[in-house]
């Protein structure tokens, strides 16, 4: 049974442009429906799972109303805190915040667990990157994902168009400030390609570098409570509590090369693992060796077109087995 959050207001516009964006940006874990009237919403309630009901105030009435899982308010004039009512005309991001926030506690069974999939490897960072990348996409496509890069001088600002923009500098600074819970992070820091969300590495790699791996952790924990089904890590091995990172995935994707140089890279990260106890990493670390795509056109169709051609293909085929 599919699971619903349902926005019912009797401005049609409204209703159009909040489930395009939360459609467009996958920012909920539930099929989304937009509903304009009050008999309407008592039809669908009837016959579908509703887990999340946002629902103009001036619509609710006194009559009884069908079950549903978690309901909120829409209020159309600002008003002091009250528990489930959110003022209306207030960024859609900060909406969703306030939601999550909510059915993160006694509901929270409703939302489904979080798969996280690392990709790293000593070698091949190229291969690594473009991974990930075709990864994130093609599994973006089934459900809500979103992408982290940790590498140094990744170039992903300029790939992808986005220098200047937030990344996962501001994430951490709100972690140390104790705010990352407090501020709308979402609409800075949370960018997307192809269906894709993904948060961009620092600009500068030291700011990795100050960050403890407690903050860290913080910020890894805040993105799986956040609807993603799927967070995707391409992990680098300087950053704080990098084998704690590892020990977290379910599995781990490590791109290998054939020459010998990258041969003694792995065989060494292996070697570490197996003296430092940690087995468990090793058996769920799976070692590919994806095709080298050769990007042409604009940068930012480069990142598209990795989904494609053999890269994309071999992908599909360890997923899914076609």
């Given at each position: 049974m599919n699971h619903y959050f349902v926005l019912c207001d009797q401005e049609k516009a409204y209703v159009e442009s909040f489930t395009a964006l939360l459609n467009e940006r996958r920012l909920l874990p539930y099929q989304i429906q937009g509903i304009t009237g009050r008999e309407d919403l008592e039809e669908f309630c009837r016959t579908h799972r509703v887990d999340v009901l946002l629902m103009e105030e001036e619509l609710c009435g006194e009559?009884?109303?069908?079950?549903?899982?978690k309901r909120f308010l829409l209020r159309s004039l600002p008003a002091p805190d009250e528990e489930n009512v959110l003022f209306k005309y207030q960024p859609v991001s900060h909406i969703v915040?306030?939601?999550?926030?909510?059915?993160?506690?006694?509901?929270?069974?409703n939302v489904p667990d979080v798969e996280i999939i690392g990709v790293?490897?000593?070698?091949?960072?190229?291969?690594?990157?473009?991974?990930?990348?075709?990864?994130?996409?093609?599994?973006?496509?089934?459900?809500?994902a979103l992408y982290m890069n940790f590498q140094g001088?990744?170039?992903l600002h300029r790939l992808l168009g986005k220098t200047g923009q937030g990344d996962l500098s501001d994430l951490l600074y709100l972690a140390k400030q104790g705010k990352l819970r407090k501020e709308p992070w979402r609409e800075r820091c949370?960018?997307?390609v192809n269906n894709l969300d993904y948060i961009l590495p620092p600009v500068s790699p030291e700011d990795l570098q100050c960050v403890t791996a407690k903050e860290l952790s913080q910020v890894i924990s805040l993105l799986e409570e956040s609807g993603y089904r799927t967070l995707i890590l391409e992990?680098?091995?300087?950053?704080?509590?990098?084998?704690?990172?590892?020990?977290?995935?379910?599995?781990?994707?490590?791109?290998?090369?054939?020459?010998?140089?990258?041969?003694?890279?792995?065989?060494?990260?292996?070697?570490?693992?197996?003296?430092?106890?940690?087995?468990?990493v090793l058996q769920k670390t799976v070692p590919v060796k994806p095709p080298y795509h050769n990007g042409f056109g604009e940068a930012g169709e480069y990142v598209e077109q990795l989904v494609w051609g053999e890269l994309g293909d071999y992908v599909r085929s360890l997923l899914w087995g076609k």
């Open positions: 009559e009884p109303f069908p079950p549903v899982g915040e306030k939601i999550l926030q909510a059915i993160r506690e006694p509901a929270a069974e790293y490897s000593p070698a091949c960072h190229r291969e690594k990157t473009q991974f990930a990348l075709a990864l994130g996409q093609i599994l973006a496509k089934e459900r809500p001088f990744s170039g949370v960018h997307t992990l680098h091995e300087f950053i704080p509590g990098f084998f704690a990172l590892l020990r977290k995935c379910r599995v781990i994707y490590m791109p290998t090369g054939e020459d010998l140089l990258s041969k003694a890279g792995v065989s060494q990260y292996r070697q570490l693992l197996e003296d430092t106890g940690q087995e468990a």
